[in-house]
């Protein structure tokens, strides 16, 4: 890709552990000097880690959104989601997650049976991705994509790329979102590099999950979020076998005002959003 200016990093963001119980998570996203990624405003990362037969799960009964879209990428394990709106699916290892609370939902997140029964490995990210004031109020939606469904390809170099939405040097991604959103997972041998445009205005997210990169000739350690310059094109090499989170889309630029899983833009509208949950306006709890 000749003539392309590689955007460089202007900060690096490492995660810091937040565990939930016995749950390890890391979270680069809000952190110390840094609110959001704009329109990116939150991401966990769940695991690595093993649980032994007979384990309670994950701890993510059911809880209300509005506002927003959580993206949940499953990379070991099973997740099984359950919502108010009737979406229902146990999404195994390599699927992805795609739910559109918009003007509200309730979701529960839970490991299901056979992993409690069993055990095994899990690691899970989940992304929050905001919504602009004119789609808040959105219809909810829920998507489930199993590993088979999302059109992984593999580049000269080697790096195995997982579309999840919008387009990848040509591969139409299954979800196209309401704001454009471009979403995928990169896997990097050593040595490797990746290399994709990006239009400039757009805003970058690029998470380290495992190893370790450079990112236009900066140095990335793994569990790192990278606040990137502005530019035409993302330019990732591995120094070692990595897996990284890449994500662009044009910021909203409206005021955010959060309160616990409510993400709107005025103190009102979050008074409102709690009204409307606990008046059953959200639908009923979904069973678990």
């Known amino acids: 890709?000749?003539?392309?200016?590689?955007?460089?990093?202007?900060?690096l963001h490492p995660a810091y552990r937040d565990d939930i119980g016995d749950l390890i998570t890391r979270r680069p996203v809000p952190g110390p000097g840094l609110e959001q990624i704009d329109p990116f405003l939150f991401l966990n990362h769940h695991g690595p880690q093993t649980y032994a037969p007979g384990n309670a799960g994950l701890p993510f009964g059911p809880h209300p959104h509005r506002g927003?879209?959580?993206?949940?990428?499953?990379?070991?394990?099973?997740?099984?989601?359950?919502?108010?709106?009737?979406?229902?699916?146990?999404?195994?290892a390599g699927g992805v997650q795609w739910m559109t609370?918009?003007?509200g939902l309730i979701h529960?997140?839970?490991?299901?049976?056979?992993?409690?029964?069993?055990?095994?490995?899990?690691?899970?990210?989940?992304?929050?991705?905001?919504?602009?004031?004119?789609?808040?109020?959105?219809?909810?939606?829920?998507?489930?994509?199993?590993?088979?469904?999302?059109?992984?390809?593999?580049?000269?170099?080697?790096?195995?790329?997982?579309?999840?939405?919008?387009?990848?040097?040509?591969?139409?991604?299954?979800?196209?979102?309401?704001?454009?959103?471009?979403?995928?997972v990169v896997r990097l041998p050593a040595d490797a590099q990746f290399q994709t445009p990006v239009a400039p205005g757009r805003n970058v997210f690029l998470y380290v999950v495992k190893g370790d990169v450079s990112v236009a000739?900066?140095?990335?350690?793994?569990?790192?979020?990278?606040?990137?310059?502005?530019?035409?094109?993302?330019?990732?090499?591995?120094?070692?076998?990595a897996v990284v989170l890449l994500g662009h889309a044009r910021p909203i630029d409206e005021p955010v005002f959060s309160h616990g899983p409510f993400v709107m833009t005025t103190r009102e509208e979050i008074i409102q959003a709690i009204q409307d949950y606990q008046s059953g306006k959200f639908g009923p709890p979904p069973r678990v």
């Open 1 to 11: 890709m000749p003539d392309l200016t590689h955007r460089p990093v202007l900060r």
């Open 108 to 184: 529960a997140e839970l490991s299901p049976a056979s992993f409690k029964r069993d055990g095994g490995p899990m690691e899970i990210l989940q992304l929050w991705v905001n919504l602009p004031s004119r789609l808040k109020m959105t219809q909810p939606n829920y998507v489930g994509l199993q590993k088979a469904d999302i059109p992984t390809f593999t580049t000269e170099a080697g790096v195995i790329v997982e579309p999840v939405s919008g387009d990848w040097l040509g591969v139409t991604a299954p979800i196209q979102s309401l704001i454009d959103i471009h979403l995928a």
């Open 68 to 92: 927003f879209e959580t993206v949940t990428f499953i990379l070991d394990g099973e997740l099984a989601h359950n919502d108010s709106g009737g979406g229902e699916s146990i999404i195994a």
């Open 101 to 103: 609370a918009g003007s």
């Open 217 to 241: 000739g900066t140095p990335m350690p793994q569990w790192n979020l990278a606040a990137l310059g502005d530019g035409d094109a993302v330019e990732i090499t591995a120094a070692l076998d």
